[in-house]
Nanobody, 123 residues
Framework: QVQLVESGGGLVQAGGSLRLSCAASGRTFGSAMGWFRQAPGKEREFVAAISWNGLTRYYADSVKGRFIISRDNAKNTVYLQMNSLKPEDTAVYYC?????????????????WGQGTQVTVSS
């Protein structure tokens, strides 16, 4: 079992920054991690993913160049640094773990999910 707890969400003005954290516990060794988001009335969508060793990272086109995913395996924590935030980034952000070393852009390929943290960007 893997438990994931997100933190760091909040209200920020457009152009601002936030850093989300995802603390993992349980059998996380060898797991790729991802961040997804879901806005009201929309499907959950991929944001970023990182491989177990941190060498491979994927980003959605909508966040490329603004968001950075990273991980600290010694702390069992994954981060999402979000810069130049836009109102359309407003959503609940979810951390997810995949029980293989390589990341994925697909929701269905992740095995464990956190409860989510709200990010609201005002214009």
């Amino acid at each position: 079992q893997v438990q994931l707890v997100e933190s760091g969400g909040g209200l920020v003005q457009a152009g601002g920054s936030l850093r989300l954290s995802c603390a993992a516990s349980g059998r996380t060794f060898g797991s790729a991690m991802g961040w997804f988001r879901q806005a009201p009335g929309k499907e959950r969508e991929f944001v970023a993913a990182i491989s177990w060793n941190g060498l491979t990272r994927y980003y959605a086109d909508s966040v490329k160049g603004r968001f950075i995913i990273s991980r600290d395996n010694a702390k069992n924590t994954v981060y999402l640094q979000m810069n130049s935030l836009k109102p359309e980034d407003t959503a609940v952000y979810y951390c997810a773990a995949r029980l293989v070393a390589t990341g994925s852009r697909e929701v269905y390929e992740y095995d464990y999910w956190g409860q989510g943290t709200q990010v609201t960007v005002s214009s």
